[in-house]
């Protein structure tokens, strides 16, 4: 069993950067895949991107790749997601997952999830 918790959502402003983290705990969290996906008002959950479970390889949906950087600590079971340039279509609740694979990208293949963290962009 692996426990997410997400922090550091909020309100910002188009262009400002935000960190958001995910804190993991139970016995196996060093057994899994850790991502970050999103999911918008009236929107499909989308992939962000993927720390394996070595922390040695990230992947990432091209949509986010160079705006966006997953980081994932095994000494504090921390994984956490910084974003720069933000724009209005990045409001989202922002959520951690869980998966025993290696770098999977589609949310059925992750077994434990966060609640989210709130991200609203103003512009």
């Known amino acids: 069993q692996v426990q997410l918790v997400e922090s550091g959502g909020g309100l910002v402003q188009t262009g400002d950067s935000l960190s958001v983290s995910c804190a993991a705990s139970g016995s196996s969290v060093s057994d899994y895949a850790l991502a970050w996906f999103r999911q918008g008002p009236g929107k499909d959950r989308e992939f962000i991107a993927v720390?394996?479970?070595?922390?040695?390889?990230?992947h990432y949906s091209p949509s986010f790749k160079g705006r966006f950087t997953i980081d994932r600590d095994n000494t504090k079971n921390l994984l956490s997601l910084q974003m720069t340039g933000l724009k209005p279509d990045d409001t989202a609740v922002y959520i951690c997952?869980?998966?025993?694979?290696?770098?999977?990208?589609?949310?059925?293949?992750?077994?434990?999830w966060g609640q989210g963290t709130q991200v609203t962009v103003s512009s």
């Open positions: 720390a394996n479970k070595l922390a040695t390889i990230n």
């Open positions: 997952a869980a998966s025993p694979l290696v770098l999977p990208v589609l949310p059925d293949s992750y077994r434990f």
